[in-house]
Each structure stands twice: as structure tokens, then as C-alpha cells.
């Protein structure tokens, strides 16, 4: 089975920078990606690492490690709007399409 | 238009009752996906469609029924639901074309079983 572990909750203030990881336990996927997820809303896609590495997208960054079975999303610059739920997710092949398997997920409250 | 539009927003029925969640979109994605979230939780897979075709069913219990009448729409027909079914029911979509793409997804219907 896969598992994908994040911590449930962060807090930080306004302007800060903060690193939400997500530690994994699954074999063979093409890559995590992260979504975020405000209370009430849709979950909306924010970055994917195909490959180790960083991928910088504006504020947020995401970083893999496959070797540590480990990545991360770096969150820069960090407003009031940014508080949110965030999940890493995994994409899986599943036959004739990919299927994401979602993390447990972490609730960022940023604080002014 | 990166817009997944679901009906109604809100949904109360009866464990006798049968209603349907309706879910469409107009990117040309070719894969449409059903998720079921618990508060505070992920959402968790239920069906996923490819080319109108059920591609994946995530052992869910027969209640629930998917239906893709054509590339555009995915509804997800309900009958003699539990309490514990009750739950955020969100639709997403995805080009699918090999390899990895990202999943757009709608705002979701909150479903409570009474």
C-alpha cells in the first residue's frame, strides 16, 4: 500500500517562511505533487517534482528526494490568504490513467 | 475556461431516497475523476473515467454509481445511502494523455445523508 505522512498542523506569521515535508512509503510513481485546499474550497494544484530536486513556482517551492522517500513544499513571503489546508500527493499509474493518492494533509494557519 | 462546475452545492437526503451529483467540464480533458473528503481529511479516490470509459472503481461500495454519458459530464448516481456517507463529494478532471498532468477540481457538493 502507499502512505503519505504530513505533520496536521503549522503555524507561522505573516511574511515568514515556512516548510511543510511529506514522508512517503509507496514504490513506483511519476512524481509528487501539491495542492492547496482553503476551507469550503476545491483543491488547487500548486507544484510537481518529476524529478529530485527544487522546482520554484513565484512564492512556493517544492523539493524531492526519492532516495529519502522524502519532499517538501517551501512557502516564502507567507500572507494571510496562504492559510490553508495543504496536501502532497503522489501520481500512481492505474491502468489506462494516472490516480493521485493524497497525503493526510496539514492545516497552515499564518498569523499577523 | 479552467473552470469543473458540480450540482447542486449542497444535497440532504434520505437513506430511501435516490439523487444524482452532476460534474462537467469544457477543457477537453479526457479523464474525470470522482473523490469523496471527510472533513479534515484528503480526498480519497472512488472511480476514475478515461475516455468515457470506467477506468478505475477503488472497491466502492455499489450505492454509488458513476455514469460518463460523454466527455463533458460525469454524474455520480446515489440510492439508499448511510449517515456515513456523508461527506464532500468533488469532481476533477485531467488531459490524461500519458505520463502526468495536473487534476483541476470542482467546488464540490456537500452531500448529508439524514
Known amino acids: 500500500g502507499q502512505s503519505l505522512e504530513q505533520p496536521s498542523e503549522v503555524t507561522a506569521v505573516e511574511g515568514a517562511i515556512v516548510q511543510i515535508n511529506c514522508t512517503y512509503q509507496t514504490s513506483g510513481f511519476y512524481g509528487l505533487s501539491w495542492y492547496q485546499q482553503h476551507d469550503g474550497g476545491a483543491p488547487t494544484f500548486l507544484s510537481y517534482?518529476?524529478?529530485?530536486g527544487l522546482e520554484e513556482t513565484g512564492r512556493f517551492s517544492s523539493f524531492l528526494s526519492r532516495s529519502d522517500s522524502y519532499g517538501y513544499l517551501l512557502l516564502q513571503e507567507l500572507q494571510m490568504k496562504d492559510s490553508a489546508s495543504y496536501f502532497c500527493?503522489?501520481?500512481?499509474?492505474?491502468?489506462?490513467?494516472?490516480?493521485?493518492?493524497f497525503g493526510t494533509g496539514t492545516l497552515l494557519a499564518v498569523q499577523p | 475556461d479552467t473552470e469543473v462546475t458540480q450540482t447542486p452545492k449542497h444535497l440532504v437526503m434520505g437513506m430511501t431516497n435516490k439523487k444524482s451529483l452532476k460534474c462537467e467540464q469544457h477543457m477537453g480533458h479526457r479523464a474525470m475523476y470522482w473523490y469523496k473528503q471527510k472533513a479534515k481529511k484528503p480526498p480519497e479516490l472512488m472511480f476514475v473515467y478515461s475516455y468515457e470509459k470506467l477506468s478505475i472503481n477503488e472497491s466502492v461500495p455499489s450505492r454509488f454509481s458513476p455514469e460518463c454519458p460523454n466527455s463533458s459530464l460525469l454524474n455520480l448516481h446515489l440510492h439508499a445511502l448511510q449517515p456515513e456517507d456523508s461527506a464532500l463529494y468533488l469532481c476533477a478532471s485531467s488531459q490524461d494523455e500519458g505520463g502526468y498532468y495536473e487534476q483541476y477540481f470542482g467546488p464540490g457538493t456537500r452531500l448529508t445523508v439524514t
Open positions: 500527493a503522489v501520481s500512481l499509474y492505474g491502468g489506462a490513467t494516472n490516480k493521485l493518492i
Open positions: 517534482n518529476a524529478l529530485d
